[in-house]
């Protein structure tokens, strides 16, 4: 399973971003995908979170400032955010999480999947 990142850049404070991720490959099913975020010398945190039903979560540190969404038809998962701040300057991170194809029509065995990151720098 693959995922691959798209949008991101350079914001002035205030402003706002879309980033998506899509995942590729042969699997069964998609269970969550989310967004992560890992400043320089920081360890890599959770921005949000969205369940294949739907059922989100956010960090407080952008909660009402973002919006996780999913199109299970297309496997993407799009964030956005809107206010940012110049804290909100990370390496963005997409994951997914669920099964592999199994036999038949069955789930195979679970998987967890990092894409390859987005830069996201918001300027003062």
């Known amino acids: 399973v693959q995922l691959q990142a798209s949008g991101g850049g350079l914001v002035q404070a205030g402003g706002s971003l879309q980033l998506s991720c899509q995942a590729s490959?042969?699997?069964?099913?998609?269970?969550?995908m989310s967004w992560h975020r890992q400043a320089p010398g920081m360890q890599r945190e959770l921005v949000a979170r969205?369940?294949?039903?739907?059922?989100?979560i956010y960090d407080a540190s952008v909660k009402g400032r973002a919006f996780i969404s999913r199109d299970s038809d297309k496997n993407t998962v799009t964030l956005q955010m809107s206010s940012l701040k110049v804290e909100d300057t990370a390496t963005y991170y997409c994951?997914?999480?669920?099964?592999?194809?199994?036999?038949?029509?069955?789930?195979?065995?679970?998987?967890?999947?990092w894409g390859q990151g987005t830069q996201v720098t918001v300027s003062s």
């Open positions: 994951f997914a999480a669920g099964n592999l194809q199994g036999k038949g029509w069955s789930p195979g065995r679970n998987f967890n999947t």
């Open positions: 490959g042969r699997f069964h099913s998609i269970a969550t």
């Open positions: 969205i369940s294949n039903l739907g059922d989100t």
